[in-house]
Every structure is written in structure tokens, then in C-alpha cells.
């Protein structure tokens, strides 16, 4: 890891969210002079099914940086959380078949939520009730499982985020009847994704726009699964997302 980086990520403390018998590992980047007399963004991240574990680590993998740089503090004071789903789990709650490629992802909108998805929404309640996070500017993102998270988390809550950003995702595209008006979304994808089919975003993104919504899309020619990459170079991306607020 680069010298840098590192010292990048080390501003995000270690936390442990504990509910009854249940806990959900997770980073915290509290804002430059974090005074918590002001309020404050908060941006929810959901890692990918590569960087699932218990290390409390790994899902700074992908985005930590791009929030822990110097010029996004400056520019963009966030409280900024990073959860960990363990091995075993997934933030959707998906039907998946790996015999494909890419693989097959059915998402049932009767399925009950997974529990680290459970544990993640509690955790995000819990911080919400504290006075220096700002209720109008609630967001969340992911990249592949995390943005299968990312939709399906919208449509637990539909009226708390106010915008969200989703990469190389899949989800269910009837369910964005209950959030694609309420909350500006980015999605992005790969045209070469041979591991999540590209097709999904584009059901995703035609769902929100036969519901009423008007969210931005990015189809990357080149890019195969890694977009993320694409997307987080995006210079828009997060003078974007911060410029959205439910007041």
C-alpha cells in the first residue's frame, strides 16, 4: 500500500456497531475539525463481495481514497462510513447463480433483507439521530455487491437519501417505484462486465425513468467490472452528489 494511502485510510477510526447477539464492523472519516455543534453530510459506502471479511479493513479497498483526499476534505466535509459485510453474507438479498457469465442475479421484492443489510440500516438510524448529521443530506453508494446493496437499501428507505450512486450494480427495477423520485441517482457501468451483466443497469436506470425519475448514466466502452475505477475519477462525481439535498 502507498505511503500515502495508508495515511489516507488511517483517518477513518475503527468501530464495532453491536445489536442483541448481532455486530457490523465498520470505518468512520470524520470531517476535518469535526465541531459537533455544525452539522454535516453523512455518505453511507457499501464495499463489494471481494472485500467482505472481518478484518475491518478491506472494504477501504475501493472509495476510501477518493473521500480521505485532501481536497475532498476540503472541499466536501463528510461524515463518511464504511461497513464490512462478513464471508458468508451479501448486502442484497439475491437469488445468485454462478454457473453463468456473467452470473445470473435475481432480485424477489418479497425477500427479507440479509442481516449485515439489517445491521447496516440500524447502524445508519442510530447515526441519524445524532444532532451534527445533516437529515438533508443523507447519500449512499456502492460498487457491484454494494450497489445491489446501494438499490436495495433505497428501497427499505426511500425517504432518507438524498442522492445515491451505484456501479456496476444490479437490482430490482419495479422497486425503484418507491425511491426514483425522491432521490437523484448516478449509475454507472462497464459495457465489457462479463462478471454483472451491463443489461442490469440499464433495466435499473429504465425502471427509475418509467417511475419518474431523472437519474445520470454512464456506460464505459472499455471498462470491464472495474468501472469503479472510471467512476471515481469522474470529476463531477462528488460536486454532484454533495449538491443534493432533500430541503
Known amino acids: 500500500m502507498l505511503q500515502g494511502l495508508a495515511q489516507d485510510l488511517s483517518l477513518f477510526s475503527k468501530e464495532q456497531f453491536i445489536q442483541n447477539n448481532d455486530s457490523l464492523l465498520y470505518r468512520m472519516m470524520l470531517p476535518k475539525d469535526f465541531d459537533a455543534s455544525k452539522t454535516y453530510p453523512l455518505v453511507l459506502f457499501l464495499h463489494g463481495a471481494g472485500e467482505r471479511g472481518n ?15 485532501e481536497d475532498t476534505r476540503e472541499q466536501f466535509p463528510a461524515i463518511v462510513v464504511f461497513p464490512q459485510c462478513p464471508k458468508g453474507d451479501y448486502w442484497a438479498n439475491a437469488e445468485v447463480d454462478r454457473s453463468t457469465k456473467p452470473i445470473t442475479l435475481l432480485f424477489p421484492k418479497d425477500l427479507k433483507p440479509t ?71 448516478w449509475v454507472f457501468h462497464g459495457a465489457h462486465d462479463d462478471v454483472v ?40 462525481l462528488l460536486p454532484w452528489l454533495f449538491s443534493n439535498s432533500k430541503d
Open 55 to 69: 478484518d475491518n479493513e478491506s472494504q477501504l479497498t475501493h472509495g476510501a481514497a477518493l473521500f480521505a483526499s
Open 115 to 185: 442481516k449485515s443489510m439489517v445491521l447496516a440500516m440500524n447502524l445508519l438510524d442510530q447515526m441519524l439521530e445524532n444532532e451534527y448529521v445533516d437529515k438533508n443530506q443523507i447519500y449512499v453508494g456502492g460498487l457491484s455487491m454494494g450497489a445491489m446493496g446501494t438499490f436495495e437499501m433505497l428501497s427499505h428507505k426511500p425517504e432518507t437519501f438524498a442522492a445515491a450512486f451505484a456501479i456496476c450494480g444490479a437490482g430490482n427495477a419495479e422497486a425503484t417505484a418507491s425511491y426514483a423520485k425522491n432521490t437523484a441517482l
Open 197 to 236: 451483466n451491463p443489461l442490469a443497469s440499464v433495466e435499473m436506470v429504465a425502471g427509475l425513468l418509467k417511475n419518474g425519475g431523472k437519474p445520470n448514466f454512464s456506460l464505459y466502452a472499455e471498462d470491464n467490472h472495474n468501472s469503479w475505477d472510471s467512476a471515481f475519477a469522474e470529476p463531477d
